[in-house]
């Protein structure tokens, strides 16, 4: 706030913060750069140079019929995934039992049962 008098003292507002100081020269710091001019972005800008050539992306061509040897070869690694598949079902299955603690735990095995029961 503004003196009353001229030889009054300046006095800050309830609440302020002091910004102007010797040290830097009474001015106002420069403003935090927000996130937008923090974050470094690839550069998307479009080049007008004729020597740069661009190969536009391949057409879809319907007439074109797959060999069957790259269907065979696609069937024998979806029979491989399947398995993989059924394994780790598997194995999902006798986690979860394993990972219980109630009599579903010790189900597979008589001799457990007989060990903690006595």
């Not at 009353?4 to 403003?31: D, E, I, M």
């Not at 470094?40 to 319907?62: A, I, K, L």
């Amino acid at each position: 706030m503004e003196p009353l008098t001229p030889a009054g003292r300046r006095l800050l507002k309830k609440g302020a913060v002091p910004l102007l100081f010797q040290w830097n020269n009474y001015s106002l710091p420069a403003p935090w750069p927000g996130v937008w001019e923090r974050t470094e972005r690839p550069n998307t800008e479009s080049t007008d140079d004729p020597s740069v050539e661009s190969d536009p992306p391949p057409d879809h061509n319907y007439c074109d019929i797959a060999e069957p040897a790259a269907l065979d070869m696609s069937l024998d690694r979806n029979g491989e995934l399947h398995v993989e598949i059924t394994r780790l079902q598997k194995l999902i299955e006798e986690i979860t039992i394993s990972s219980k603690f109630c009599l579903e735990r010790f189900a597979g095995s008589v001799d457990d049962i007989r060990f903690f029961t006595r």
